[in-house]
């Protein structure tokens, strides 16, 4: 689907990504993927990383 959209709309899907990004969450989530994050012994870039991989590819 997203390689279709980008065909019709004349867009790379291969363009180079930084890797970095900045997100803006409620402290109360914050909150908790800390907590969740140091309950599983990662840090919380490898937790908030890892969440996001799995919902990606749950789709």
Same mark, same amino acid.
């Given at each position: 689907?997203?390689?279709?959209m980008c065909k019709e709309e004349g867009?790379? /899907?291969?363009?180079?990504?930084?890797?970095?990004?900045?997100?803006?969450?409620? /402290?109360?989530?914050?909150?908790?993927?800390?907590?969740?994050?140091?309950?599983?012994?990662?840090?919380?870039?490898?937790?908030?990383?890892?969440?996001?991989?799995?919902?990606?590819?749950?789709?």
């Amino acid at each position: 689907m997203f390689l279709e959209m980008c065909k019709e709309e004349g867009l790379n /899907p291969n363009k180079e990504y930084s890797g970095t990004f900045n997100l803006r969450v409620s /402290p109360e989530l914050h909150a908790q993927i800390a907590a969740r994050a140091a309950a599983e012994g990662k840090s919380l870039n490898k937790c908030v990383t890892d969440l996001l991989g799995d919902a990606v590819h749950s789709q």
